[in-house]
């Protein structure tokens, strides 16, 4: 297979990916065994190695982490010079999204096997402990979870909508 051909399948295959998250909307729990089906699929037709697709979504995965990192940060820096925020408290922002980012991969498995009302649940207590948090820390209501390009969900795959 020619290096064009591989970087023609893999501009496909991203095309299908960005159209599957707009189609979706905000990534669901299931979408981590979306992802891997897609990946088989698309190594399994193009007869290319699933190492190879897995690497392009990998690292389309990470620049887009880092593209939502690098505008939430812009956004607080905005707050901090129009006094809304203090440098502390969004240092603070930027480690708990950190914190909050690790977690979420870390127990990504975890919930996936949730059901419906598990997720909700599980959301439901993440908000609260936002709040919770943010209230200690004197962070504006507007800077936990929304109306900050993602706010404090993180800035990955999956930050998704978070019910009060």
Not at 1 to 24: D, K, S
Not at 100 to 105: G, K
Request: negative net charge.
């Amino acid at each position: 297979m020619t290096p064009i051909r591989i970087f023609a399948i893999l501009v496909a295959a991203f095309g299908v990916l960005v159209g599957g998250f707009f189609l979706a909307g905000t990534a669901s729990a299931g979408a981590g065994n979306h992802r891997a089906s897609l990946i088989e699929r698309l190594a399994s037709r193009f007869n290319i190695s699933r190492d190879d697709v897995k690497s392009v979504f990998d690292e389309d995965q990470k620049e887009h982490e880092t593209e939502m990192k690098n505008r939430l940060e812009a956004k607080l820096s905005e707050a901090v010079a129009n006094g809304t925020l203090t440098e502390d408290q969004k240092s603070l922002i930027m480690a708990k999204c950190e914190e909050w980012q690790n977690d979420r991969e870390a127990n990504s498995e975890a919930r996936r096997d949730m059901t419906p009302e598990e997720r909700r649940a599980d959301a439901k207590k993440h908000r609260e402990e936002m709040e919770a948090w943010a209230k200690a820390n004197n962070i504006p209501e507007e800077f936990v979870g929304f109306g900050m390009g993602g706010g404090m969900r993180g800035y990955g795959a999956g930050a998704g909508h978070v019910e009060k």
